[in-house]
Nanobody, 122 residues
Framework: QVQLVESGGGLVQAGGSLRLSCTVSGTIFSIPAMGWYRQAPGKQRELVAT???????NSADSVKGRFTISADNAKNTVYLQMNALKPEDTAVYYCNADVVVRRLPYRREGYWGQGTQVTVSS
């Protein structure tokens, strides 16, 4: 089994910062990619940022210049540094990991964390 454990959410004033962490554990041979998604009330879940094991990153236009995704591959952990937070960033943030759980036969699956609430007050 694979588990994702997130931490770092909370309540912050507009303009403040938070850092989210997500650690992947379990039967893992490799993690080709990890990322963060968010879901605000009444809205669909949307991509925030992703990072590959090689360090390639991608992020939504709405967070470019404010949020930074990074990873510690040795610790199977992905981070999301969020600066200059805005009220519209309020959402439940979910960690996602693309995990190779078996090599022979090859098996690769996506997993989600339980979500962590981020609330930005104006």
């Amino acid at each position: 089994q694979v588990q994702l454990v997130e931490s770092g959410g909370g309540l912050v004033q507009a303009g403040g910062s938070l850092r989210l962490s997500c650690t992947v554990s379990g039967t893992i041979f490799s993690i080709p990619a990890m990322g963060w998604y968010r879901q605000a009330p009444g809205k669909q879940r949307e991509l925030v940022a992703t990072i590959t094991s090689g360090g390639y990153t991608n992020s939504a236009d709405s967070v470019k210049g404010r949020f930074t995704i990074s990873a510690d591959n040795a610790k199977n952990t992905v981070y999301l540094q969020m600066n200059a937070l805005k009220p519209e960033d309020t959402a439940v943030y979910y960690c996602n990991a693309d995990v190779v759980v078996r090599r022979l036969p090859y098996r690769r699956e996506g997993y989600w964390g339980q979500g962590t609430q981020v609330t930005v007050s104006s």
